[in-house]
């Protein structure tokens, strides 16, 4: 049987797939969805208890504001998802999606020297050559059958979380194989029902290795399970601290001052600065660390960090600038005190019969490890893309160098949306897919390649300069000159403000980027 042909595709319908399904309807998509519903990690990577770490008005569509924007408490994963449902059914979204169809494989049929991007600006032809580019092969609700599909255009829209667990490595004999107890992934964890999970928390040992927020949104479900004297404590073993924040509010001042406002990203370094405005930045440095010393000042104040030993080494403005800034739960420290919660620091660790052992020869007997160690989002994307473009995912610069946060330089008709973080990525992911469909309606071109690489880079040597953490691609401390940046390409105003007090000294979210224009 001949292929299908289609012109788009997209992988994926989490927060990044519905969002690029929306913005490209006008091309009428064929939406791959390997589960039975919509949203992604809110959907398959969340606990009974998780919510999201902003307001409702922080994390919402530019044209479907939620129901209660004004309610100052953090929305549930239930209630996201129902936000997102709400979404997708409000324009229509879910007439594209094809609901348990799992994209196995990817193959490239186009002519490699015809979609080879080394053109000059203007020169390219349009990503949607009215022929195929790319073959999917396609598993539906589990069977043995694979169906073919062709497209002229993909985006990727399958996430860095979830699907592949990221697994630590053990010397030989020492690994979870010799352990009595029962070891999982948090993503295993996320499958189990209140009831299943209560089963396996309550009076056991709990080992929970890491210091993220699913970590300690873990940490605190297996002490609630475990009060009264029957209770076992659940020990946290932490090998990378991370700053931690109870609220959005730093000595009375709320936190978007310090990083969320045109003028607080002033005093950061951004790609594409002038020599003029490197030599103020560097000027303004220390106005910079200070204004990190004086938020770490509070939570050192707020919260019991040094006496448990988890003060981080490194500054604040390196967490946020990696995004991995996680809000406290409130009584997280209240559990802590009461002996629910543990804390082991150690940087190498593996399994014994009892539990673990750790370098200094110290021993935790343990019931239950959960490893809240993250996900390989490469290596998802690895499993479907074929050869050479495989091997160009991280090149040159170890990490994935896409344009604008969605068109890689050396991969055809192919965007990635969902990739670069931000503080919000939800807005991000909408104004990316906002771009991709300009983009692909030929509204504007693309630079060269050489061009797009070279604006890649600038951005990773901005994010080495700024964080440690460069690796996880997050855009935080320059989001706002990022979407200028986007906006003049798409020939957008890039100041999206009615005054300019506003524009200096406002936070910048989703609404401010409402197709005005």
């Not at 992934?185 to 080992?207: F, N």
């Not at 959005?248 to 003029?276: A, D, K, M, V």
């Not at 105003?493 to 406002?506: C, D, G, L």
């Amino acid at each position: 049987m001949a292929p299908v042909f289609s012109k788009i595709a997209i992988i994926g319908a989490g927060v990044s797939g519905i969002a690029a399904a929306k913005q490209l309807a006008h091309h009428n998509p064929l939406v791959f969805e390997a589960s039975d519903s919509i949203g992604g990690v809110w959907r398959h990577c969340s606990y009974n208890s998780t919510k999201l770490q902003s307001r409702r008005s922080d994390y919402e569509f530019s044209d479907f504001p939620w129901p209660d924007r004004d309610n100052t408490g953090f929305p549930s994963h239930t209630e996201i998802l129902d936000y997102l449902h709400s979404y997708a059914n409000h324009f229509d979204v879910l007439k594209f999606v094809r609901f348990n169809s799992k994209v196995v494989g990817i193959r490239f049929v186009g002519d490699k020297e015809a979609n080879d991007f080394t053109g000059k600006p203007g020169e390219y032809a349009s990503l949607l050559p009215g022929h195929p580019v790319w073959e999917l092969a396609v598993q539906t609700n589990n069977s043995d059958t694979i169906e073919c599909y062709t497209f002229e255009f993909i985006v990727v829209c399958i996430g860095k979380y979830g699907d592949i667990p990221k697994i630590p490595e053990f010397p030989r004999n020492k690994g979870p194989e010799i352990f009595q107890g029962k070891v999982l992934h948090s993503i295993d964890y996320c499958k189990l029902d209140k009831e299943a999970a209560s089963q396996l928390l309550k009076g056991k040992k709990v080992a929970v290795i890491g210091f993220k927020k699913s970590a300690i949104d873990l940490a605190l479900e297996c002490a609630e399970e475990n009060q009264g004297p029957e209770g076992q404590p659940c020990t946290m073993v932490v090998r990378t601290l991370h700053w931690t924040v109870p609220h959005y509010w730093i000595w009375g001042l709320p936190f978007y001052l310090f990083y969320s406002t045109r003028s607080s990203q002033f005093l950061h370094e951004r790609p594409n600065q002038g020599y003029l405005r490197t030599l103020l930045c560097h000027l303004l440095s220390p106005m910079r660390r200070g204004a990190s010393k004086f938020i770490e000042s509070y939570l050192l104040w707020k919260l019991p960090l040094q006496k448990y030993g988890l003060k981080p080494d490194h500054p604040f403005e390196e967490d946020y600038a990696s995004c991995q800034m996680a809000i406290m739960p409130e009584n997280f420290f209240s559990e802590a005190e009461k002996g629910k919660i543990l804390f082991k620091r150690a940087s190498q660790w593996w399994f014994s019969k009892e539990g673990i052992e750790f370098e200094d020869n110290t021993k935790l007997e343990a019931d239950v490890v959960v490893l809240a160690t993250g996900y390989d989002g490469k290596k998802k994307l690895k499993a479907i893309l074929p050869e050479p473009f495989c091997s160009l995912l991280e090149y040159p610069s170890g990490i994935i160098p896409l344009y604008r946060g969605t068109i890689h330089p050396l991969i055809p008709n192919m965007a990635f949306v969902g990739y670069l973080e931000s503080v919000s990525n939800l807005h991000s992911s909408e104004l990316r897919s906002i771009w991709l469909a300009r983009l692909v309606d030929d509204k504007f071109k693309l630079p060269s390649v050489e061009n797009m690489i070279e604006q890649t880079t600038k951005e990773m040597d901005v994010t080495k300069r700024t964080t440690r953490f460069y690796k996880r691609h997050c855009i935080s401390t320059f989001s706002i000159n990022h979407s200028d940046e986007i906006c003049e390409e798409m020939g957008w105003n890039s100041w999206r403000k009615k005054n300019w007090f506003s524009e200096a000294f406002s936070p910048y979210g989703s609404q401010d980027y409402e197709k005005k224009n």
